[in-house]
């Protein structure tokens, strides 16, 4: 059974950090790109960050470059999200994707953790 479970989100303050997991069980890790999407209520679901599976090229959206960190491990089949100086405009449900890097439909969501920033 294929699974992604996300955790890690919650409140905090503006300026402060979270670190988001997803944790992947019931296909081969290492052969998928890792993805974190975040969608907001009346927005579309936009990407915040990728991990490729081989050669680990990492792909930030321009509104949190230097601002989150996208890591991986292998060994524990779980990818990580480091969000620092978050702004309320970070706010949204997180989800964590998984897309097969040969190119097939195999493709796979998280149900989603909330990030909300304010004070």
């Known amino acids: 059974q294929v699974q992604l479970v996300e955790s890690g989100g919650g409140l905090v303050q503006p300026g402060g950090s979270l670190r988001l997991s997803c944790v992947a069980s019931?296909?081969?890790?290492?052969?998928?790109?890792i993805s974190w999407y975040r969608q907001s209520p009346g927005k579309e679901r936009e990407l915040v960050a990728v991990?490729?599976?081989?050669?680990?090229?990492?792909t930030y959206t321009d509104s949190v470059k230097g601002r989150f960190t996208i890591s991986r491990d292998n060994a524990k089949n779980t990818v990580y999200l480091q969000m620092n100086s978050l702004k309320p405009e970070d706010t949204a449900v997180y989800l964590c994707?998984?897309?097969?890097?040969?190119?097939?439909?195999?493709?796979?969501w998280g149900q989603g953790t909330q990030v909300t920033v304010s004070s």
């Open positions: 991990i490729r599976s081989a050669e680990g090229r990492i």
């Open positions: 019931g296909f081969i890790f290492g052969d998928y790109h």
């Open positions: 994707n998984a897309r097969s890097r040969f190119g097939d439909s195999r493709d796979y």
